[in-house]
């Protein structure tokens, strides 16, 4: 069974929107890069599918546009080319590498899991939390950005229950950002 891996940057008081953080420097796109290479395949909701889409689908033409500097190269080349799973009962449809998940979203994202592979990743604010209170996610990976927002949406905002957490890894970046990754301490009977 392939773990399902929910990523993401985060300020130091849980803001997770996306411009809330620093900007991303050579050092953190390296890593999500790396991160990256861990994922058979990302999942998405349609607001961060559309948001991701808008940033870092190649154009047509073949060519990336001025501002994907050379270091954010490796970056946009992963998530462009990786497969995506995208959940949402309103669009209609999906390109860019990726397939539309209809239904229930516990089910379909369980088969997903069954699949053979190294993981599925996932990123964004609604569908982690659906996919947290069902206990679906096999790890949290934060990268924990040296900023107070004191706005914007948390992470896991309304989650129903508390989830025990253990530390598997840690690691310090120059810029003062720490990414952390936690696995769920599973209760057992």
């Not at 599925?120 to 679906?136: E, F, I, N, R």
Request: proline share 6%.
């Amino acid at each position: 069974m392939r773990p399902l891996r929910y990523s993401i940057n985060v300020t130091l008081d849980g803001c997770c929107h996306h411009e809330a953080g620093l900007p991303p420097d050579e050092e953190s796109m390296r890593y999500w890069s790396d991160e990256m290479e861990r994922a058979d395949a990302l999942l998405f909701g349609r607001v961060t599918y559309g948001m991701m889409e808008s940033a870092w689908r190649k154009p047509a033409t073949g060519t990336w546009p001025d501002w994907v500097t050379e270091w954010q190269m490796p970056f946009a080349e992963a998530i462009d080319q990786a497969k995506k799973y995208v959940v949402s009962s309103t669009l209609g449809e999906v390109d860019w590498n990726a397939e539309l998940l209809r239904g229930d979203v516990g089910h379909a994202v369980q088969r997903l899991k069954q699949e053979p592979g190294e993981g599925l990743w996932v990123g964004g604010v609604t569908l982690p939390l659906a996919l947290a209170d069902l206990g679906l996610i096999d790890e949290y990976e934060f990268l924990v950005q040296p900023v107070i927002a004191g706005r914007g949406p948390t992470l896991l905002a309304g989650l129903r229950e508390r989830i025990q957490l253990e530390l598997v890894d840690r690691r310090e970046f120059r810029s003062g950002a720490v990414a952390m990754r936690y696995r769920p301490v599973r209760r057992t009977s």
